[in-house]
């Protein structure tokens, strides 16, 4: 496999050594890291990664967008949920209740890596018929128009499928995160029953004496 | 020219692999969910090669739809997270058995 690499130009090569050790380096990250933020932190390093595979590969659409909604939006709603939540302390790895677990993960990871690279590198291909929706390359207008043509005529049924979906996930993130108004079983609690407003207490012994001034005055009179 | 696909397939596979692995051992729920991300990110770079490789923009569409399922997945996944933590304060993978039917 050493023949493509030297085949490709050398700008090529090192584009591509230094996005894979980018990404590769990220997602180790995002495994090994205690704290969560830096698990975000480091996905988006990786996300950064593919974008620039992405550019390699003449998907310059895809990459903006990657590093759009991937890194822009989806890491920020991640890290937005850490803070919210406040489980930005660090976990301890050593810690494992289920001992085999651990194990049992990694030789599942190399058994199927294994499987992964033999299929890629050591089996002969079969591959079907070449640019059944469309040429990606060599087009008018890039691949924006290539694509944008393919997604509003051949995927144009999916992509309305999709807008539903989107609709259903909106509606059911909100459902999902109101605040429970039914009854609280026992044993359960509602940390945001009584949520802390440092004014409460002020305004309350306001209306209090206005209460009291009040009954006062028909008292007096 | 860009580089064989192969290597690209390859680096995909091992950023999968990687993944998995993150998901089978991490026990923070919001770990997990970025170890699917880069399951997912690995998915769309295989998509995007074969579509370079057979010269074909039906790959790049899907990666398109791929970005579309993967934040509506992330959006309800991390209500879930934020509704249970709200009962249990805590957010691991075991103190999700209360969603046991």
Redesign the interface.
């Known amino acids: 496999m050493v023949t493509p690499l030297l085949a490709a130009t050398t700008v090529d090569a090192l584009t591509f050594a230094v996005a894979a050790a980018i990404v590769l380096s990220g997602a180790i990250g995002v495994v090994v890291a205690r704290n969560p933020v830096h698990s975000a932190l480091m996905l988006v390093m990786t996300l950064f990664g593919v974008a620039v595979l992405f550019v390699e590969q003449q998907a310059n659409f895809l990459a903006a967008v990657q590093v759009i909604v991937y890194a822009g939006a989806i890491v920020v709603l991640f890290l937005f949920v850490i803070m919210f939540l406040g489980v930005d302390r660090e976990e301890s790895l050593e810690k494992e209740p289920l001992r085999a677990q651990r194990p049992l993960a990694v030789g599942l990871m190399a058994l199927g890596l294994a499987g992964l690279l033999l299929m890629g590198f050591g089996a002969h291909w079969a591959v079907g018929a070449r640019s059944v929706a469309g040429a990606s390359q060599g087009q008018s207008g890039g691949d924006v128009a290539a694509l944008g043509r393919s997604v509003f005529t051949t995927y144009l049924f999916a992509f309305e499928v999709t807008s539903a979906l989107l609709v259903i996930a909106v509606v059911g993130a909100v459902v999902l995160a109101r605040r429970p108004g039914g009854v609280l079983g026992a044993g359960e609690t509602d940390p945001e029953a009584e949520p802390f407003d440092p004014d409460a207490d002020i305004e309350a012994e306001a209306a209090g004496d206005i209460e009291a001034e009040a009954a006062g005055e028909e008292v007096s009179s | ?4 696909g ?6 995909a ?10 998901l ?5 729920v ?2 997990m ?3 699917v ?2 399951m997912l ?1 690995a998915a ?2 295989t998509f ?2 074969f ?11 899907l ?3 791929t ?10 996944g ?6 249970i ?3 249990r ?1 805590n ?1 691991t993978a ?1 103190d999700f058995h209360i969603m046991r039917g």
Do not use: H, K, P
């Open positions: 020219m860009s580089l064989s192969a290597w690209y397939l390859g680096l596979a091992v950023v999968f692999s990687i993944g998995a692995l993150g089978l051992v991490r026990r923070n919001l770990v969910f970025m170890c991300e880069l990110n769309n770079l995007v090669t579509s370079r490789m057979l010269d074909d923009i039906g790959g790049q569409a990666v398109f739809f970005l579309v399922v993967a934040a509506a997945e992330v959006v309800v991390l209500g879930i997270v934020v509704a933590f709200r009962r304060r957010a075991d």
